[in-house]
């Protein structure tokens, strides 16, 4: 995950607002670990995002967007029963129309408890918009690659994380210093960063200050050469170059951008087909949640994954196996 991370981070003073070196962008500190806040009143002050192409954030499109327009509202109703799903449940795809849904034991209805019971630091809120996104993406998985319920899992576990438990589609750091995401992002030296760029923008008209490849989508989405490879791939033109926006502004791409980076990037990588889950955390984020031992970030992505192993696939086993942020998790056969 390539942003400010929604994970447990460490130890803070609870009760206090405290900077982001402390906890990341839209977090407080809560029950003595990071955690969302959902209070709407982050000290009272707003972030701006910069008022050319203002990406659309959790459905907000505004030159001026705060953090907490990132992350859901309160809801006041209930989660769902954590339980196992029932047969008529799984077969409606908890209400969500999808052969491999069915085929992989997966229920939208019983999935906000489920991530509810991963995530104890984050509010009921998150339900309506876990269901949301469960429901589109029922209108892609049956097309997808994805073969196995493993498989689907794992994918699932890192789209969890990547988005922030399916809050956001935009990195937090294009909000909170969009200046920063410019330059973290725009490598001249690299040769496959300039290659892409050269193509999609003739006679040096690239400005690297207004289009910025910043992560974006269910799995965030980096860098010039994964935007131009996937903009070829899925469109047939370079257009998501010129305009990246556009993995963030439209739910469809939200999604199949995904699905290529999984496909293209992740399904290939050594070890993820033998269902070893670190292999698929190190083919999306290795670098910086797989170069040193006991990394949270790792750990937060394989307690998803355990926990939706546990309640939709217990006959699968769970290996975390293929990131050295994960080394000391012991594999576990259901």
């Known amino acids: 995950m390539r942003r400010g991370t929604a994970d447990s981070i460490g130890a803070c003073d609870a009760g206090k607002w405290i900077s982001l070196k402390d906890c990341d962008a839209g977090m407080v500190c809560k029950n003595n670990n990071c955690a969302f806040d959902f209070s709407g009143s982050r000290n009272g002050s707003g972030l701006s995002s910069p008022t050319s192409s203002a990406p659309v954030i959790l459905g907000h499109t505004a030159n001026t967007i705060t953090v907490e327009q990132m992350l859901p509202t309160t809801f006041s109703g209930s989660l769902q029963s954590t339980s196992s799903p029932t047969s008529s449940d799984v077969a409606a795809g908890g209400n969500s129309k999808s052969k491999k849904f069915e085929k992989f034991g997966f229920s939208c209805t019983s999935f906000p408890g489920v991530l509810s019971d991963v995530g104890k630091n984050y509010d009921a809120g998150f339900q309506t918009k876990i269901l949301d996104a469960c429901n589109a993406l029922a209108s892609y998985v049956d097309n997808s690659t994805l073969e196995t319920p493993r498989e689907f899992y794992m994918f699932l576990a890192n789209v969890v994380h990547e988005s922030a438990w399916l809050q956001t ?83 469809d791409l939200t999604w199949r951008t995904a699905f290529w980076y999984w496909k293209t990037k992740v399904q290939t990588a050594p070890g993820v087909s033998d269902g070893e889950f670190g292999a698929s955390v190190k083919a999306i984020n290795g670098a910086l949640e797989c170069s040193a031992e006991s990394n949270p970030a790792a750990n937060t992505r394989l307690q998803i994954y355990k926990a939706l192993v546990q309640t939709y696939a217990p006959s699968e086993k769970i290996n975390p196996v293929g990131c050295k942020g994960l080394e000391g998790a012991v594999p576990t056969a259901q």
């Not at 690297?208 to 974006?216: A, E, H, L, V």
């Not at 370079?238 to 993995?247: G, I, K, M, T, W």
């Open 169 to 251: 589609v935009v990195e937090f750091k294009s909000v909170t210093d969009l200046a920063a995401c410019a330059k973290d992002y725009h490598n001249k030296s690299n040769p496959e960063v300039t290659k892409w760029i050269e193509q999609a923008f003739p006679n040096s008209s690239y400005d690297p200050s207004k289009t910025i490849y910043f992560g974006r989508g269910y799995l965030q989405l980096t860098w010039a050469y994964n935007y131009g490879p996937a903009s070829m791939d899925l469109l047939g033109n370079l257009d998501l170059l010129v305009h990246p926006e556009r993995v963030a502004n439209e739910p």
